[in-house]
C-alpha cells in the first residue's frame, strides 16, 4: 500500500496536509489554553505525529529544535513503558531525547480496535522547572542545577489522572499554577491530535492512514536523497565557535566534515571540543535536530518535514563532546545556544558544496533572558519567573539581504508582546527597536539586530544566557560578517558591560540593554 502512495502524488499530498493539519490545530488548542505568556504569546512549543515505530510522520511549522529531537524522546518512551487507551507520558530528560529540561514532552497514543496506530506529542517550554536560579536556565555546571529531571511517566493511565505525579512535580517549582495551566493545556492539544486522528481513522480506515505516513516518510527521503545527489562529490569541512561555557572564558570549537557519496551523506563531528564545565553541551538530540533542520532547509520544496529526512546521513557525534554530552552534563545553553552553532557550521561546510543555496550566518544566539523574584503587585507577593529570547539578523543569501530583527534557524518563535509582558510581570519595556547597521555589509546585506531594554520594577534575580558577543556571525562569497552583540547594566545613569552569559541579582529601577548580533553579509560589495 507504501508504493501506491507513492505512485499517487495526489492522494500523498492530500494525507500530507491532513496530517499536518492535525499537528496545526494541536498548537492552536496549545496555545489558546495555556497560562504562560511563553507558551501563549510567544508559541515556544512544537506539535508533531508519529507513526508506532516512534518516527516523526508530519509536523506543524513549529520550533526545528523541538522537532529534530522529538523522535528520540518518543522512541525512549516507547523503550520505557507501554502504552494503553488513555495514557498520557510526559518527560523532560535531555539524555533521553530531551533537549532541556524547560521543555517538557507529552505524548499520547492513538489506538484504533486495540491496535497502536499512531502517537500524537508536542513540547513546550515551561518558564520555570526548579534549579538555582528562577525561568531554570542558569549558569550550572552540572543538570541538577537546572531543575528536576522528569524520565518518562505516566500522568494518565488509562484515563485516570495521576495526581501524585502531578504533586511532586509542582512542589518543585517556583510557579505552580502556571505550571499546572500549561501541562492541563499540553495533556488538551494531545486530546484534539488523538480526537482528529481518529476521525481520520474511521473515513479513511486505519490501513489506510498508516500507510499515508510510511507514504510521507519515503516521499521525503526520496527527495532527501535527490537533494544530496545533486552535489558534489567530497568532504566539506567547516568549524566555529562558541564564545564561551559561561564557566570558563575560553572558546568552544565546534567541527564538522560533511562527506557527499553518491545520494547519502556522512556527517562527522569528530574533532569537536570536548564537553564543558558549563551549560552550553548538547545532546545528540540537539545535535540530530539540527542537521535535519539544515538539509531540509536546503532541499527548498513544500515537502514533509518528517524523519524520512534524515535517513540517508548518517550522524557521527562522538560521545563526550559539547555536541553529545554525557549525563550530568548541563543543558540548558546546549539547546538555545549551541543548536545555532552548529546549524551555523553546517551551512558554512554545505556553502562550499552548494553556494546558490547556502544564505551567509544569521545571528547564531537565541538572547536568552530569565527574570525571577517575588511580584509586590500582588497581595500577598507571588513569585514570578519570566523567559524570553530575542530575535536578531538573518544573514543575506544568494540574491536577497537578510531580514532585520526576526528569530532564525533553531528558534521560530514569536516576540513577547509589550502589553502582555507589562501586564503579567513587574517589568516595563524602555526601548524595542531595529539596530541600524548592524548587519554585515555585502552585495546582499545582512539583517540587523535588535535594541531590547527592559526595566525592573522590583528587585529580582537575572540571568542572560547568549552568544556571539567576542565572534561575529560569519559572512560568505565575500560578504562581511555581522556585528557582535552585546549585553549592558543600565544603573543610576551608569552603564555596566555585562558577559554573554552572566547572573546577578538586580535592584528595582535597573534596565538590562541587550544589543542583538546582525546577520552576515552575503556577496563582494563591488
Not at 531595529?434 to 531590547?452: M, Q
Request: charged share 20%; aromatic share 4%; hydrophobic share 40%.
Amino acid at each position: 500500500m507504501t508504493a501506491a502512495f507513492l505512485r499517487d502524488p495526489i492522494k500523498l499530498e492530500i494525507f500530507k496536509h491532513l496530517l499536518g493539519s492535525v499537528a496545526a490545530e494541536m498548537g492552536a488548542a496549545l496555545r489558546r489554553s495555556a497560562y504562560s505568556p511563553n507558551i501563549k504569546e510567544r508559541r515556544d512549543f512544537s506539535c508533531a505525529l508519529f507513526d508506532p515505530a516512534g518516527n516523526m510522520a508530519a509536523q506543524a511549522a513549529h520550533m526545528p529544535v523541538h522537532l529534530g529531537a522529538m523522535p528520540l524522546s518518543v522512541q525512549a518512551c516507547m523503550r520505557a513503558l507501554q502504552f494503553s487507551l488513555g495514557d498520557v507520558v510526559i518527560m523532560n530528560d535531555p539524555f533521553q531525547g530531551g533537549t532541556h529540561l524547560p521543555d517538557i514532552t507529552v505524548i499520547t497514543p492513538v489506538f484504533a480496535a486495540g491496535e497502536l496506530i499512531a502517537l500524537v506529542a508536542n513540547r513546550a517550554h515551561h518558564a520555570d522547572v526548579g534549579g538555582v536560579s528562577p525561568g531554570s536556565m542558569p549558569l550550572a555546571s552540572e543538570l541538577f542545577e537546572e531543575g528536576l529531571v522528569i524520565p518518562p511517566l505516566k500522568l494518565v493511565q488509562r484515563g485516570e489522572s495521576n495526581q501524585a505525579l502531578l504533586d511532586m512535580l509542582l512542589a518543585n517549582v517556583r510557579t505552580p499554577q502556571e505550571r499546572s495551566g500549561d501541562i492541563r493545556a499540553q495533556i488538551a492539544a494531545n486530546r484534539t491530535g488523538v480526537k482528529r486522528m481518529s476521525e481520520l481513522i474511521a473515513r479513511y480506515g486505519a490501513g489506510e492512514v498508516s500507510a499515508a505516513m510510511r507514504g510521507l516518510l519515503h516521499y521525503s527521503e526520496r527527495m532527501t536523497r535527490w537533494l544530496i545527489a545533486a552535489m558534489p562529490d567530497g568532504v566539506y569541512r567547516f568549524s566555529d565557535c562558541m564564545d564561551d561555557d559561561g564557566v570558563n572564558p575560553e572558546a568552544v570549537e565546534i567541527r564538522v566534515a560533511v562527506t557527499i557519496d553518491g545520494d547519502a551523506a556522512t556527517v562527522d563531528f569528530s574533532g569537536t571540543a570536548p564537553q564543558c564545565r558549563g551549560s552550553i553541551n548538547a545532546t545528540r538530540a540537539i545535535t540530530v535536530a539540527a542537521t535535519m533542520y539544515v538539509f531540509r532547509c536546503l532541499l527548498g520544496l513544500d515537502i514533509p518535514a518528517n524523519s524520512g529526512c534524515l535517513a540517508p546521513i548518517r550522524i557521527i557525534a562522538p560521545e563526550g563532546t559539547v555536541v553529545n554530552a554525557r549525563p550530568p552534563a548541563a543543558v540548558a545553553g546546549g539547546n538555545v545556544e549551541t543548536s545555532q552553532r552548529i546549524t551555523d557550521v553546517l551551512l558554512g561546510a554545505l556553502a562550499q558544496a552548494t553556494p546558490e543555496r547556502v544564505p551567509a550566518a544569521s545571528q547564531g544566539t537565541m538572547n536568552n533572558l530569565t527574570v525571577g523574584g517575588l511580584d509586590a503587585r500582588a497581595n500577598p507577593p507571588r513569585p514570578f519567573a519570566y523567559y524570553e529570547t530575542v530575535g536578531g539578523g538573518m544573514g543575506a543569501g544568494p540574491g536577497k539581504d537578510g531580514a532585520h530583527a526576526i528569530h532564525t534557524h533553531m528558534t521560530n518563535t514569536l516576540n513577547t508582546p509589550v502589553e502582555a509582558l507589562e501586564y503579567a510581570y513587574p517589568l516595563r519595556v524602555r526601548s524595542y527597536e531595529v539596530r541600524r547597521g548592524s548587519g554585515g555589509a555585502g552585495c546582499h546585506r545582512g539583517g540587523d539586530g535588535i535594541i531590547r531594554e527592559i526595566e525592573l520594577l522590583d528587585g529580582a534575580q537575572v540571568t542572560l544566557l547568549s552568544d556571539r558577543r567576542q565572534s561575529r556571525p560569519y559572512g560568505l562569497e565575500g560578504g562581511q560578517p555581522g556585528k557582535s552583540g552585546r549585553n549592558m547594566l543600565l544603573r543610576a545613569g551608569a552603564e555596566k558591560e555585562l558577559p554573554g552569559k552572566t547572573r546577578f541579582t538586580a535592584r528595582a529601577g535597573d534596565v538590562v540593554s541587550i544589543h542583538t548580533p546582525g546577520g552576515g553579509g552575503w556577496g563582494s560589495e563591488t
